[in-house]
């Protein structure tokens, strides 16, 4: 599979722009629907939106670590690596949720941190990441999938919230978690079409050239973002008819989720 590459202004614009909707969302919301749970486990939406804002500020984290002596994984181990920290993320969220109240303004403190840190490194300066040492543009569209998931996890949460995903944003995680499949699961047997976002070829067998494929898998790109991190399982995405699956190597359910 070829290396997908990610524009990094295109990256950050997108990062930046989705912030913005969950901030603007953020403003709006009463004392009682902060309260309200979400599909994360025992975290109410207070506790969510103060770990939309860590996700960000994990730039700064690493940016004030010494720099590693070179790169050390790609982009593509990411997914792989998130379930490994969740004891550590629950615990760090807890904690921002009390040194935090006033929600809006730690989210603007987030933003125009993040703009400031983005302006004085360049996008090839090495991370220390939970995944291992990355560039800092690539670091950045992990930031990308963080925000459109958690922005789903929030519009699940707060009936008729409707933040809005930005097409570049939801782009970047359509693609990452679509390439990590075909990482996990190499071949060509299986196309799974993810428009107007991704196509990808994955799953042992005979690999398919010419024509239609005779295993196709093809959903939208949200219904695929839930798949990917378990926010909806396999069966149920087929059942309610979010996913069409053709052919006897059609079935993703024992490959998923990806990440979670």
């Not at 409707?162 to 978690?177: F, I, K, N, S």
């Not at 990482?183 to 196309?191: N, Q």
């Not at 898998?217 to 996913?243: C, F, H, N, Q, Y």
Request: with cysteine; charged share 20%; aromatic share 4%.
């Amino acid at each position: 599979m070829r290396t997908r590459t990610y524009n990094p202004a295109r990256t950050r614009t997108a990062v930046l722009a989705q912030l913005g909707a969950v901030r603007e969302a953020v403003r709006t919301l009463t004392p009682g629907q902060l309260a309200l749970p979400t599909r994360l486990g025992d975290w109410t939406v207070r506790e969510l939106v103060a770990h939309i804002g860590m996700a960000v500020t994990a730039i700064g984290r690493s940016l004030d670590r010494p720099e590693p002596a070179r790169q050390d994984t790609v982009l593509l181990d990411w997914p792989f690596a998130t379930a490994a920290n969740s004891a550590a993320i629950a615990e760090f969220t807890r904690g921002l949720v009390e040194r935090h109240p006033d929600l809006d303004a730690y989210l603007a403190d987030v933003e125009r941190d993040l703009v400031a840190r983005l302006d004085a490194h360049p996008g090839s300066r090495i991370l220390e990441t939970n995944a291992g040492a990355l560039p800092l543009a690539d670091y950045l569209v992990t930031r990308a999938v963080e925000l459109v998931v958690h922005t789903d996890d929030l519009n699940a949460a707060v009936p008729g919230l409707e933040v809005p995903h930005d097409r570049q944003a939801l782009a970047a995680a359509t693609r990452l978690l679509a390439d990590a499949l075909a990482v996990k699961a190499p071949g060509g047997s299986t196309e799974v079409r993810v428009p107007p976002y991704a196509v990808v070829q994955c799953v042992e067998g005979t690999r398919h050239t010419r024509g239609t494929p005779p295993n196709v898998v093809e959903t939208d790109p949200l219904t695929w973002i839930r798949l990917a991190t378990g926010r909806l399982a396999w069966a149920d995405a087929v059942a309610d008819a979010k996913v069409s699956a053709s052919g006897e190597r059609a079935d993703l359910g024992g490959l998923l989720p990806l990440m979670s």
